[in-house]
């Protein structure tokens, strides 16, 4: 037999540890592969389970809704939608299987619907909504870029409005929409309005494509719930109403909120009179639901819009759900 040389030992030990080294490097990459398809398969089921969790909240809420409004109205007047309702308590998180349920439901009708810049009612509603910026220490000549951009026509209202000349030069460049917003979001898009500027007015409009009430009357069609709007939006309904009117206004409505004969009795110049006052009312047909449901490390935000139709039963349908933004 030839002996072995230590140089062909040294080959043999060389390989062997390349060997090695590839094997390991094989295992480890199976491993991280493996950990990595366990924690995505983890994620992906969890994603599932907090969804059904929305949705299950969701449908809560519209019994929760049924029951407050489907409720027998005294002397029959129709039930008012107000702030002392179940609807409208804000719950402790709720504990599920694996994390926890967060949610709560507003009223859009206590907000400013920037829809109503559109249509033959839109002077009354351009005045209000002007009002609502100035109270927000917000230029008041942003209403005329948010009404450009609703309404059809090419010519730009002087001097703070803007139409497709405008935003065609931007980059990245779009058109105006000339329609209805459908998502309160869009209003990112409309000329003079910053993330600053935005975020302020959130929790004071909605955007939502309804018929109007026509102004200063009270009626089935949108109108703004007397018993569920801020005492800053409740400001912007008139040029002259003042702190005083509208604490009185926030007091009456305490606890079961001001119905249609009450609404009528407030002296404050917010009962029906004429065409240049926004239309009010005291109940709400949209609301909307935010539910936040988190399970181990997956977080799922859901908006929900709910439209409530009365009738014998009462009927509430979700209009429009988006997850993680308006």
């Keep these: 037999m030839t002996p072995v040389s230590s140089k062909q030992r040294g080959v043999a030990l060389i390989t062997a540890l390349v060997i090695l080294a590839i094997a390991s490097t094989i295992a480890a990459a199976m491993i991280w592969q493996g950990g990595l398809d366990e924690r995505r398969t983890a994620t992906l089921i969890q994603g599932n389970q907090a969804m059904e969790y929305a949705l299950g909240a969701e449908s809560w809420a519209e019994q929760i809704m049924l029951r407050d409004f489907s409720a027998t109205p005294q002397g029959g007047q129709q039930q008012s939608v107000n702030l002392g309702q179940d609807w409208a308590q804000q719950l402790p998180p709720l504990p599920v299987e694996g994390g926890q349920i967060i949610g709560h439901i507003e009223d859009m009708q206590g907000r400013f619907n920037l829809d109503l810049l559109q249509g033959q009612n839109a002077s009354v509603y351009l005045s209000q909504f002007r009002r609502l910026l100035q109270s927000l220490n917000i230029d008041p000549g942003i ?3 948010v009404s450009d951009w609703v309404n059809t026509g090419d010519t730009a209202t002087q001097p ?3 139409k497709d000349d405008y935003y065609s030069r931007l980059q990245p460049a779009y058109l105006t929409a000339e329609a209805p917003m ?3 979001s869009e209003l990112e898009l409309v000329r003079g309005i910053t993330p600053q500027i935005y975020a302020a007015l959130l929790p004071y409009i909605c955007a939502i494509p309804v018929t109007t009430t026509a102004p200063g009357q ?3 069609g949108w109108a703004l719930n007397i018993n569920t709007a801020s005492p800053l939006v409740l400001m912007s309904l008139a040029q002259n ?4 009117q509208v604490q009185s206004i926030v007091a009456a409505r305490v606890p079961q909120g001001i119905n249609q004969s009450q609404l009528s009795g407030l002296n ?3 009962s ?3 065409s240049n006052s926004p239309a009010i009312g005291y109940t709400s047909s949209y609301f909307l ?3 936040t449901a988190e399970i181990g490390s997956t977080h799922v935000t859901m908006y929900s819009l709910l439209n409530y139709t009365p009738g014998s039963p009462g009927k509430v349908t979700a209009v429009r759900r988006t997850f993680g933004t308006l």
């Design 289 to 291: 639901l935010t539910v």
């Design 272 to 274: 029906p009179q004429g």
């Design 268 to 270: 404050i110049n917010l």
């Design 218 to 220: 009270v009626g089935s």
């Design 241 to 244: 109403i003042t702190e005083d």
């Design 182 to 184: 459908t998502s309160v």
């Design 160 to 162: 703070y409005g803007a």
């Design 143 to 145: 209403a005329q870029a």
